[in-house]
């Protein structure tokens, strides 16, 4: 049962448009979210996180936006550049837990 | 530079050989994690530590062993390779209280022929 799901596999964006990734959860209990970025070859390096807490957190050309209600979480990212092309990972986590339950990741390409 | 490093970044082998995976990390962290990945799909944990000889399985099953013998290493084993073992191995470690999840080292590609 994948209880982080990311149900588009790629985006394609023109470069200096709004980059918009979903992300949506099953389990209620998840009180902390983070979105990694990809680099082939690399491992996932940390972007932006957000509370539960909280409904919106940016870090300059990031904003996260959280939906509990709909238990559904946004990565924008305003404008968007040729180097933001990666693959994006939505992970969620219970405090108290051991791990981080990450979805299958948005491959997003950001066309010049 | 505190970091955390993975070798090999590629490995090539033949089935039935036995292979470790090293990871090691600089920043003094408690908790270390081994995670798998295939293409397209979502990471998932195949092993965890919370410190110096403590050492679980995760959720997901796997034949592989770890050990954390020191705090700075985290290697994982596979006493004999097969093709259905060919993965990306990606090794992460976190600290307390951190507001930014884990740190990644680059990961392993394995390849089992």
């Not at chain 1, 588009?8 to 023109?14: E, F, I």
């Not at chain 1, 305003?78 to 405090?95: E, H, I, L, N, R």
């Not at chain 1, 791990?99 to 299958?104: D, K, M």
Request: hydrophobic content about 30%; proline content about 5%.
């Amino acid at each position: 049962d994948q209880q982080v799901k990311q149900n588009s596999p790629s985006l394609s964006v023109q470069e200096g448009r709004i980059s918009i990734l979903n992300c949506d959860y099953t389990n209620s209990m998840f009180d902390y979210f983070l979105w990694y970025k990809k680099y082939p070859a690399e491992g996932p390096t940390f972007l932006i996180s957000i509370s539960s807490i909280k409904d919106k957190n940016e870090d300059g050309r990031f904003t996260v936006f959280l939906n509990k209600s709909a238990k559904h979480l946004s990565l924008h990212i305003v404008p968007s550049q040729p180097g933001d092309s990666a693959v994006y990972f939505c992970a969620a986590k219970v405090t108290s837990a051991r791990q981080l339950t990450f979805g299958s990741g948005t491959q997003l390409t950001v066309l010049p | 530079e505190a970091d955390i490093y993975q070798t090999p970044r590629y490995l090539v082998i033949g089935t039935g050989k036995k292979i470790t995976l090293e990871c090691s990390q600089t920043m003094g962290h408690d908790k270390m994690y081994w995670y798998q990945q295939d293409p397209g799909m979502e990471l998932h944990l195949i092993h965890y530590s919370y410190g110096v000889n403590s050492t679980e399985k995760g959720d997901l099953s796997s034949e592989s062993t770890v050990s954390r013998i020191r705090t700075e290493h985290f290697p994982l084993t596979l006493e004999s390779a097969r093709p259905s073992h060919t993965s990306q191995y990606l090794c992460a470690s976190s600290a307390p209280g951190t507001t930014m999840g884990y740190t990644f080292g680059s990961g392993t590609r394995l390849t089992v022929v």
